[in-house]
């Protein structure tokens, strides 16, 4: 049986989000700086990228989150201007995942400061609105 509560699938399907992010996170992070920080360049990590952008291969433009993987390459490398460089919101969404994910280890708000004016989901939902909002003004701007 695949799916069965024994199986692997199954019991990735019957646990949370909250509960695979907390594991799977921390896993990205160390392969990730395992394997990008042995090469010298960016663009010549950014080769071992599998997926490359479908929008821009159909279109020739670039869409809003073209260079992202390049910065997280370079955060990865620990090289935080050469991040912003290749795309400016790289570096703010992965130290936003990060502060989720801390969030969520030690069942804290980090920001106490976030609860006293908003509830902490309605701060994270108008946050992540905003980042979607400058997205789509970056993949605009971009192209023209």
Known sequence: MLFNKHSLIGI???????KIFLVVYPIFLIVGFLFFSRFQQVEEAAKWVILKCPFHFVTGLLCPTCGMTRSFIAIFQGDLHASIRFHPIGAILFLSIFIYWFMLLFNKNVFPFLAVKYKTMNAWRWSGNSIL???????????F
Do not use: S
Request: glycine share 6%; hydrophobic share 55%.
């Open 12 to 18: 990735l399907v019957t646990m949370n989000f909250k």
């Open 133 to 143: 909002f400058i997205y789509i003004l970056w993949g605009v701007y971009r192209n």
